[in-house]
């Protein structure tokens, strides 16, 4: 896919053609994800998303991710019991959230927790694969105790034990909030965890597989990956969504409020995206769930005025390939679900550590370390000027 081809001449007089932001720059192999962007198809190790989204649970979807299987009813066993064992975070961890700024945002502080843990993993120079592989299930075991934890700690509540009774995706919320989550709220979560696990080369993956090529360590890693997803641009696009449709407050000032966005140029969120020229196969899903809950709690206005900046953005911009993407109508169903909108993005991380850690994985096993090149365009020649020589500009 031709990106944003640029041709610049260097500093030398040397023309060089490149793509900015590597797009449709391919950096490596994969066999863990496929996206047919024109298509607006996505599938995880050769599984559609949709059958995914309708069949699995985040524990299996993880294992497979991580395993390139899907598990034996014996492997899912053993791979929930030993997910479920590391869902406990020491307490030294919360001890480092408690002093942390209570006005620091939870991405800040999920950064500063999830680097914590590397401190207290007795093997952590160990870089055999197996031990990667635990590794990966302790993060992904972990992370919702972590995000959870730090929600309560900024509200000056205590950390809420794992409830092993619980599912995945049902103790996370029951964590959260403090009560145990409807089995249909549970299931929301689940698959909202599913069709936010994995995406191939998006920046926060990227980011994890350029650390790891180091031969740095799976921590170092998935810290990266949190500090990439922060940004409004990538995973931190949901919760300005949120803040965007409160701010619209009804349906009928959408459009109005959205053409004017756009006459600013200023960037929609929870729309377009690098490789997505068409409906993304996940916002699609997440629009249904959103409905539903909307009906179920008798409030449609997040998702009626959803609908609307769809409509007016796809009249608007949809021949540039323009459309919602994974984080557009995330925004009303978390918001439907009850969760704080500052949560919306760390959700993300805990949904995406499976992914990440499955290719940290995956780097390991074919590494070269990722080392691109630039078109140097600074002075072709200058020679050192003494302190006392140089005039002040
Ligand atoms: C995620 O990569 C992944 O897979 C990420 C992700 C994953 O699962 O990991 O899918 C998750 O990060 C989804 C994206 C969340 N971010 C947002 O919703 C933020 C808003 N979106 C944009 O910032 C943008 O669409 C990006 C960052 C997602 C993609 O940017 P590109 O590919 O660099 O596109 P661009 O900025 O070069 O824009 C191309 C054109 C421009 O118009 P022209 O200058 O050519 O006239 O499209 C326009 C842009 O102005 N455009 C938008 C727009 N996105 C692109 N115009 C209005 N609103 C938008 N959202």
């Given at each position: 896919?031709?990106?944003?081809i640029?041709?610049?001449?260097?500093?030398?007089?040397?023309?060089?053609q490149?793509?900015?932001?590597?797009?449709?720059?391919?950096?490596?192999?994969?066999?863990?994800c496929?996206?047919d962007?024109?298509?607006?198809?996505?599938?995880?190790?050769?599984?559609?998303?949709?059958q995914?989204?309708?069949?699995?649970?985040?524990?299996?979807?993880?294992?497979?991710l991580?395993?390139?299987?899907?598990?034996?009813?014996?492997?899912?066993g053993?791979?929930?019991?030993?997910?479920?064992?590391?869902?406990?975070?020491?307490?030294?961890?919360?001890d480092?959230?408690?002093?942390?700024p209570?006005s620091?945002a939870p991405?800040?502080?999920?950064?500063?927790?999830i680097?914590?843990?590397?401190?207290?993993?007795?093997?952590?120079?160990?870089?055999?694969?197996?031990?990667?592989?635990?590794?990966?299930?302790?993060?992904?075991?972990?992370?919702?105790?972590?995000?959870?934890?730090?929600?309560?700690?900024?509200?000056?509540?205590?950390?809420?034990?794992?409830?092993?009774?619980?599912?995945?995706?049902?103790?996370?919320?029951?964590?959260?909030?403090?009560?145990?989550?409807?089995?249909?709220?549970?299931?929301v979560?689940?698959?909202a965890l599913?069709?936010?696990?994995?995406?191939?080369?998006?920046?926060?993956?990227?980011t994890?597989?350029v650390?790891?090529?180091?031969?740095?360590?799976?921590?170092?890693?998935?810290?990266?990956?949190?500090?990439s997803?922060?940004?409004?641009?990538?995973?931190?696009?949901n919760?300005r969504?949120?803040?965007m449709?409160?701010?619209?407050?009804?349906?009928?000032?959408?459009?109005?409020i959205i053409?004017?966005k756009?006459r600013?140029?200023?960037?929609?969120?929870g729309?377009?995206?690098r490789?997505?020229?068409?409906?993304?196969?996940?916002?699609?899903?997440?629009?249904?769930?959103s409905?539903?809950?909307?009906?179920?709690?008798?409030?449609?206005?997040?998702?009626d005025?959803?609908?609307?900046?769809?409509?007016?953005?796809?009249?608007?911009?949809?021949h540039?390939?323009?459309?919602?993407?994974?984080?557009?109508?995330s925004?009303?169903l978390?918001?439907?679900?009850?969760?704080e909108?500052?949560?919306?993005?760390?959700?993300?991380?805990?949904?995406?550590?499976?992914?990440?850690?499955?290719?940290?994985?995956?780097q390991?096993?074919?590494?070269?370390?990722?080392?691109?090149?630039?078109v140097?365009?600074?002075?072709?020649?200058?020679?050192?000027?003494?302190l006392?020589?140089?005039t002040?500009?």
């Amino acid at each position: 896919m031709a990106g944003k081809i640029r041709e610049v001449k260097d500093a030398f007089g040397k023309v060089h053609q490149f793509a900015e932001g590597l797009e449709g720059v391919i950096a490596t192999t994969t066999e863990i994800c496929f996206i047919d962007g024109q298509a607006g198809k996505l599938m995880y190790r050769g599984i559609p998303i949709e059958q995914l989204a309708e069949h699995s649970t985040y524990e299996e979807t993880s294992f497979f991710l991580l395993y390139g299987h899907l598990p034996t009813s014996r492997e899912l066993g053993d791979f929930i019991r030993r997910l479920k064992s590391h869902r406990a975070v020491a307490n030294e961890v919360f001890d480092i959230v408690r002093n942390l700024p209570k006005s620091a945002a939870p991405m800040s502080m999920l950064r500063t927790a999830i680097s914590s843990l590397g401190h207290f993993d007795q093997d952590a120079e160990d870089d055999s694969l197996e031990k990667h592989y635990q590794r990966a299930e302790h993060l992904i075991a972990a992370f919702p105790t972590v995000a959870a934890g730090i929600q309560r700690i900024r509200k000056g509540l205590e950390p809420i034990a794992p409830d092993p009774e619980l599912g995945h995706a049902a103790n996370f919320l029951y964590m959260l909030n403090g009560e145990r989550p409807t089995d249909y709220a549970a299931r929301v979560m689940d698959v909202a965890l599913i069709l936010h696990a994995e995406h191939g080369f998006n920046a926060s993956t990227f980011t994890a597989r350029v650390i790891i090529s180091t031969l740095s360590d799976m921590y170092s890693a998935v810290t990266g990956a949190i500090g990439s997803l922060k940004g409004p641009l990538h995973g931190g696009a949901n919760e300005r969504v949120m803040r965007m449709l409160m701010e619209i407050g009804s349906a009928d000032r959408a459009e109005d409020i959205i053409l004017q966005k756009l006459r600013n140029k200023d960037k929609i969120m929870g729309f377009g995206h690098r490789v997505y020229r068409a409906l993304d196969p996940r916002a699609k899903i997440l629009m249904q769930f959103s409905q539903k809950l909307a009906e179920q709690v008798g409030d449609t206005r997040w998702y009626d005025i959803s609908k609307k900046i769809q409509e007016v953005m796809e009249r608007e911009v949809g021949h540039k390939g323009i459309y919602p993407n994974v984080d557009f109508f995330s925004a009303s169903l978390y918001y439907y679900l009850g969760i704080e909108v500052e949560m919306y993005t760390p959700i993300f991380a805990v949904s995406r550590v499976a992914g990440w850690t499955a290719h940290v994985v995956e780097q390991l096993k074919h590494n070269r370390i990722f080392r691109p090149r630039s078109v140097y365009l600074g002075p072709a020649h200058m020679d050192y000027v003494p302190l006392d020589q140089r005039t002040e500009s």
